[in-house]
């Protein structure tokens, strides 16, 4: 066979493969987190989920950073998702309580599961829609997958660090199960935290209080992980509060352009009665 008519094939380029290689990480993470609940031991199918958050934080940055987005990325990364923070969780939160919940846990664990595909299939249907303000890109409708698994784990983080018994009643895992499952499929505002910024002033305390932070890690691992989602609770009503600002304004502005159009017609239609 002449050479010239070989079919020549061109190698994929390292920018485009690196941020897949984590997505993949992510997946093997959730996967994990499976094993070790069906084996019962429960930090580690939790710090495994934790690691699946982390490589999901990073893949997509990555991807941005070297310019090596593609498609095939991103269904990737909702796929890897949906088992990370909905299949894996899922299973987490039945076999650790839900399954003494009768007769509904295992309808609350299916709907949390459920409520992860359809948040996930809502996002990537928003991402194609042209013509949205530049301000929308600081929030996500309802909470995010990565969020959502771990609020809903959060009890179970709270029982390795605090043991408080109220905790580990499967009432209060099923119900806090279900609200969870309930926001990230509803309209609620929350932070993206996408374009956040820190001022110069306020570098070297942030600096100061990540080192701290690594330091309080170290020693007490869940009770920092607590305090990180607490925190994030906390940013739910202010994201309400900034998001309305915005629509107001929006609103606002748009009824503007529509009195300055209004105004515009009415004039016009004086000038051709002149006439």
Same mark, same amino acid.
Request: hydrophobic content about 50%; glycine content about 6%; some cysteine.
């Given at each position: ?14 920018r485009s ?36 958050a ?15 987005? $593609?498609?095939?990325?991103?269904? !990737?990364?909702? *796929?890897?998702?949906?088992? @990370? %923070? +909905? ?5 987490a /939160? ?36 042209p ?13 995010? $997958?990565?969020?959502?698994?771990? !609020?809903?784990? *959060?009890?179970?983080?709270? @029982? %390795? +660090?605090v043991?408080?018994?109220?905790? /580990?009643?499967e ?22 935290f ?16 990540v080192?701290l932070t690594a ?17 994030y ?43």
């Open positions: 066979m002449n050479k010239s008519r070989q079919r020549r094939y061109r190698g994929l380029p390292v493969l690196a941020p897949n290689i984590l997505t993949v990480l992510s997946i093997c993470a959730g996967l994990t987190s499976i094993r070790f609940s069906l084996d019962g031991r429960w930090e580690a199918a939790v710090a495994a989920i934790v690691l699946a982390i490589l999901d934080s990073l893949d997509g940055r990555l991807a941005r950073l070297l310019k090596g987005a $593609t498609k095939f990325g991103a269904e !990737l990364d909702s *796929l890897a998702d949906f088992m @990370s %923070f +909905g299949v894996a969780t899922t299973i /939160l039945y076999l650790w309580q839900l399954k003494d919940v009768q007769p509904g846990g295992w309808i609350i664990a299916l709907t949390f599961c459920v409520c992860c595909a359809l948040r996930l299939a809502r996002f990537n249907t928003a991402l194609e829609e013509d949205r303000p530049a301000w929308t890109a600081d929030y996500f409708t309802g909470i995010p $997958t990565p969020a959502a698994s771990g !609020l809903a784990l *959060l009890p179970l983080i709270l @029982s %390795f +660090g043991g408080m018994e109220v905790l /580990l009643s009432y209060v895992v099923a119900a806090n199960t279900a609200l969870i499952a309930f926001l990230m499929i509803s309209r609620v505002p929350t932070y993206s996408k374009r956040l910024r820190v001022r110069r002033e306020y570098v070297l305390p942030t600096l100061i209080a080192a330091a309080v890690l170290v020693n007490h691992p869940w009770a920092v992980v607590a305090v990180f989602w607490t925190l609770v906390g940013s739910i009503p202010h994201a309400i509060f900034t998001h309305w600002r915005h629509v107001a304004r929006a609103a606002e502005d748009l009824g503007d352009i529509d009195e300055d159009a209004v105004t515009a017609d009415a004039d016009e239609s004086n000038d051709q009665e002149l006439i």
